[in-house]
């Protein structure tokens, strides 16, 4: 039973709830959703934790027990088991691929990120970006790396928003350049990966 007061498990956002549930399902062995909604009935937490269980099964981090004749029998799945592992941030991180990628990033890192591969993940998005900004910018094949973000993106570069202000020019570029400058390398993903889960 989440012992928690009833003002904060209603504060909590319905994801960071979710998780706590399921924490505590693994912890008390809890098989019967039933009988877990009703140890924690009192309202109007009762309410919220019928929630976070609705969000669990939406995820597929909770299942119906197969063979069970009662359709409260549930059990915690793989993927249940995984996100308690991984914690919030990375089921947030999954969560945010779910609104949509780019299709040359969809169907190269997607699988990667859900295995857990990111420094991968990220090596393989940064290049589909320095392949799709040499292709956009019409600079040759020997333009790689930071240089060709800097060339395409510079104040008159074929990139560059003609409609923005010199600033916000400059401001693309500096992004592009310092993104493909750090995360491009080897090391880079890894300690942007741990800046990204300490969000």
Not at 8 to 14: C, G, K, R, W
Not at 68 to 85: K, Y
Not at 142 to 167: I, K, Q, S, W, Y
């Amino acid at each position: 039973m989440l012992d928690l007061p009833a003002d904060i498990i209603q504060a909590l956002p319905v994801d960071e709830r979710a998780l706590l549930v399921l924490r505590d399902l693994v912890d008390t062995s809890e098989w019967n959703e039933h009988n877990y909604l009703m140890t924690n009935s009192r309202e109007p937490v009762g309410r919220s934790l019928a929630e976070a269980m609705a969000w669990l099964r939406g995820h597929a981090f909770i299942a119906r027990t197969p063979g069970q004749s009662t359709r409260d029998a549930i059990f915690v799945t793989a993927c249940g088991h995984e996100a308690l592992r991984q914690g919030l941030a990375t089921v947030r991180a999954a969560d945010a691929l779910e609104s949509g990628l780019h299709p040359l990033l969809e169907q190269r890192v997607r699988r990667q990120f859900l295995l857990g591969e990111y420094e991968q993940t990220v090596f393989v998005a940064m290049k589909a970006v320095e392949v799709r900004v040499r292709s956009l910018s019409g600079l040759g094949d020997a333009m790689v790396g930071v240089p060709l973000m800097t060339h395409a993106f510079r104040e008159d570069g074929p990139l560059a928003d003609p409609d923005a202000v010199p600033a916000e020019r400059q401001g693309v570029m500096n992004l592009f350049q310092g993104a493909y400058a750090v995360l491009r390398n080897l090391t880079g993903p890894r300690l942007m990966v741990h800046a990204l889960c300490e969000l």
